[in-house]
């Protein structure tokens, strides 16, 4: 039996998200084509006869502008120094440059063996996979290098065999029943936040986030209800707009898309209550990013 953690790290947008929810069979992380989508450290077991593996997926690594960026990028950092295989993701259908190069050079102290998971092959030619590899083996900083698709499952399987022969051996971390450490609540306030960034495309900046007000839990009874009341937090009343919409149509199709996707992932039926709120510089506000489940850096708590 083997047993070991395994953090996915990368800039954002390389698809580490993607993987997670591929890798574990469920949908642990929400999925956005805007970068810096995942704000937090999310933790995923995937179990096997032969071994369990725990997936950290981490916030993309990048220059940080505000208190929120820099608590996402030390969640990702900190990760490093904590598992047994570090699994670099790069985008291959965009070209490389400085950002996966700050990466590589901050998993050269890593101790443990280091990976780097070539995503998004489905996206580009077959004949430039080979040169890109070559590439990147040249940094001899890898220990395996393994092209493939999040999105399609292309080669992950062969990724995951790849991992558990890299693994310690030792007993389960965890329950064999045991899925992720993202409670209810906050995996509720990310799916309304995954329908906020798909229907609002790039009209609203990633400056926006959801918090949980209340989390009734369904009562037993015949048809239980789960009801949820959250608030949308934007920077500018300009912003408040676009989330509203005209007429209050924007956040009514949030509402209705969201509810949808919570009723299909708590199989109850749900009562979702949504407000919008401007919050200048909350970005910068310590209560409220811990309120939204932006946890501080390791030193800091």
Same mark, same amino acid.
């Given at each position: ?29 929400? $999925? ?6 995942? %704000? ?47 699994? $670099? ?16 050079? !901050?998993?050269? &102290? ?12 489905? !996206? +580009? ?38 991992? +558990? ?29 995954? &329908? ?29 209800? !789960? ?6 937090? $934007?920077?500018?009343?300009?912003? &408040?707009?676009? +989330? ?38 909350? %970005? ?18």
């Amino acid at each position: 039996m083997k047993a070991g953690f395994v953090s996915l790290v990368g800039r954002p947008n390389a698809g580490k998200s993607t993987l997670l929810n591929r890798l574990v069979g469920a949908k642990l992380a929400i $999925v956005s084509d805007k970068p810096q989508t995942t %704000r937090t450290r999310i933790l995923g077991v995937k179990n096997r006869p032969d071994a369990q593996i725990v997936y950290l997926d981490t916030p993309g690594i990048h220059r940080p502008l505000h208190r929120m960026n820099v608590r996402m990028v030390d969640a990702a950092i900190d990760t490093i120094e904590e598992v047994d295989l570090l699994g $670099v993701v790069v985008d291959a259908s965009a070209r490389s440059g400085r950002g996966d190069a700050f990466v590589f050079d !901050l998993l050269k &102290k890593a101790r443990v063996p280091v990976f780097l998971i070539l995503n998004k092959i489905d !996206l +580009v030619r077959k004949t430039r996979l080979l040169p890109m590899l070559e590439a990147f083996g040249r940094r001899d900083l890898f220990a395996e290098m393994v092209p493939v698709s999040a999105a399609t499952g292309e080669n992950v399987d062969r990724l995951e065999r790849l991992i +558990v022969d890299r693994l310690p051996e030792g007993a389960r971390l965890y329950p064999e029943d045991y899925l992720t450490d993202q409670s209810e609540r906050v995996l509720a306030g990310e799916i309304v936040r995954e &329908k906020l960034l798909q229907l609002t495309r790039d009209e609203l900046p990633f400056s926006s986030g959801v918090a949980i007000d209340r989390f009734e839990e369904p009562r037993e009874g015949a048809q239980p209800l !789960l009801r949820l009341y959250c608030t949308i937090v $934007v920077d500018r009343e300009s912003q &408040k707009s676009i +989330v509203v919409g005209r007429g209050g149509e924007m956040v009514k199709a949030i509402g209705t898309a969201a509810r949808q996707e919570l009723e299909r992932f708590f199989g109850v039926r749900v009562f979702l209550d949504l407000h919008v709120r401007v919050r200048g510089e909350w %970005r910068e506000d310590d209560r409220a990013l811990t309120e939204m489940g932006i946890v501080p850096p390791r030193g800091e708590r």
